[in-house]
Nanobody
Framework: QEQLVESGGGLVQPGGSLRLSCGAS????????IGWFRQAPGKEREGVSC????????YYANSLEDRFTISRDNAKNTVYLQSNNLQPEDTAVYYC????????????????????WGQGTRVTVSS
């Protein structure tokens, strides 16, 4: 069973940065498009970004592209989410998942289009 593992979360002050990592246990990520999502307390899980397998093309949800950057390092079998200028409203558990419809992202952040969710990494933005 494929399993993703997130890491890199923590407590950060407003305006701070974090780099989240999404790794794979027992398989390689090269073939897959990978999405990042987040779920704030009391809210539904929402898409943040997706990165394709073949050409590394990316999609971002809403207006997050100005502060979030997704990237991948296939040699390290890891997908990253660089998060800058974090604000209290970014407080959430961040998850990564495999986009199982295609090997490239289509702009969909429908939860049903993703599988093999990790356990998440918690990001808390507070002074």
């Amino acid at each position: 069973q494929e399993q993703l593992v997130e890491s890199g979360g923590g407590l950060v002050q407003p305006g701070g940065s974090l780099r989240l990592s999404c790794g794979a246990s027992g398989f390689t990520l090269d073939y897959y498009a990978i999405g990042w999502f987040r779920q704030a307390p009391g809210k539904e899980r929402e898409g943040v970004s997706c990165i394709s397998s073949s050409d590394g093309s990316t999609y971002y949800a809403n207006s997050l592209e100005d502060r979030f950057t997704i990237s991948r390092d296939n040699a390290k079998n890891t997908v990253y989410l660089q998060s800058n200028n974090l604000q209290p409203e970014d407080t959430a558990v961040y998850y990564c998942a495999i986009f199982h419809r295609r090997t490239y992202c289509t702009g969909s952040f429908n939860l049903d289009d993703y599988r093999s969710w990790g356990q998440g990494t918690r990001v808390t933005v507070s002074s």
